[in-house]
T-cell receptor
């Protein structure tokens, strides 16, 4: 079984400030980890993914995340927040590839960016 | 990149009617498609996994007779909400896995369908 924990439901930062969104996972097998962003009334867009290669993963829009096995974490960061980053962010974990492997999502975090 | 479309984007219907939502992979073939439901300010809950040419696999607690899923081709899956009631009102999102994609299990998501049952 696998699960994702995203602590807190809302993060507010000032424009230009560091963004840090936390994600911890639980998985019985080596995980594949994902961060998705969702804008209002839209589907999910993949920001980045960890697939057992480099532990520091760079994604789109200046986001990156680091896989830390010892901490079972995959926190998302961005050095300087932009107003357009305001959205809902979901961390997800998947088990090994296969015909019926599934994504398990965290409950999501709302990011607000103050001018 | 891989594109998944959903139709309609928004639908309002009367209680007791059935509603069909289409999910299409536009530029790739998808052997597996997934249907999720999302309540306001909440996460995505997997409803069912749809494999082309076979019966869908439903998650525990999801009524298969209520939410009919058909995956008749490698580019199309449909979700039919039968005899819809106000409690079925939600945001429904589909995703698709590229048959020819890499091994890391990436799913491509549609834009979602907002269902409102009056």
């Amino acid at each position: 079984a696998q699960s994702v924990t995203q602590l807190g439901s809302h993060v507010s930062v000032s424009e230009g400030a560091l963004v840090l969104l936390r994600c911890n996972y639980s998985s019985s097998v080596p995980p594949y980890l994902f961060w998705y962003v969702q804008y209002p009334n839209q589907g999910l867009q993949l920001l980045l993914k960890y697939t057992s290669a480099a532990t520091l993963v760079k994604g789109i829009n200046g986001f990156e995340a680091e896989f830390k096995k010892s901490e079972t974490s995959f926190h998302l960061t961005k050095p300087s927040a932009h107003m357009s980053d305001a959205a809902e962010y979901f961390c997800a974990v998947s088990d090994i590839p296969g015909a019926n492997s599934k994504l398990t999502f965290g409950k999501g975090i709302t990011l607000s960016v103050r001018p | 990149g891989a594109v998944v479309s959903q139709h309609p984007s928004r639908v309002i219907c009367k209680s007791g009617t059935s509603v069909k939502i289409e999910c299409r992979s536009l530029d790739f073939q998808a052997t597996t498609m997934f249907w999720y439901r999302q309540f306001p300010k909440q996460s995505l809950m997997l409803m069912a996994t749809s494999n082309e040419g076979s019966k869908a696999t439903y998650e525990q607690g999801v009524e298969k007779d209520k939410f009919l899923i058909n995956h008749a081709s490698l580019t199309l899956s449909t979700l039919t909400v039968t005899s819809a009631h106000p409690e079925d009102s939600s945001f429904y999102i589909c995703s698709a896995r590229d048959r020819g994609g890499s091994s890391y299990n990436e799913q491509f998501f549609g834009p979602g369908t907002r269902l409102t049952v009056l």
